[in-house]
């Protein structure tokens, strides 16, 4: 089965960095665009990130452009989301989701079962 499981995120302090990692598994990564979402208290989830399935083209929601960087290692299945200059505002639960539907489900993609940063002084 599809299963991607994020890691890295935590508290830091404003301005601070943290790199997420998702780790993926149960289908052919390499074929697969990959894409962070996030979600904030009372806020819908939205799209921060966008990955091709070979990384060679990526794309970055306007808040975070110039902070954040999507990436990916097909060699070890793992997406990236490295985040500088971290903002309050960019609290969140973090989650992977890989892009296209699920071989024997209804489901258009698959998420991973989040991360929670949350940035505070």
């Known amino acids: 089965q599809v299963q991607l499981v994020e890691s890295g995120g935590g508290l830091v302090q404003p301005g601070g960095s943290l790199r997420l990692s998702c780790a993926a598994s149960?289908?052919?990564?390499?074929?697969?665009?990959m894409s962070w979402y996030r979600q904030a208290p009372g806020k819908e989830r939205e799209l921060v990130a966008f990955i091709t399935s070979t990384g060679d083209s990526t794309n970055v929601v306007d808040s975070v452009k110039g902070r954040f960087t999507i990436s990916r290692d097909n060699a070890k299945n793992t997406v990236y989301l490295q985040m500088n200059s971290l903002k309050p505002e960019d609290t969140a639960i973090y989650y992977c989701?890989?892009?296209?539907?699920?071989?024997?489900?209804?489901?258009?993609?698959?998420w991973g079962q989040g991360t929670q940063v949350t940035v505070s002084s």
């Open positions: 989701y890989r892009v296209g539907r699920v071989p024997g489900t209804r489901a258009f993609g698959s």
């Open positions: 149960g289908f052919t990564f390499s074929s697969y665009a």
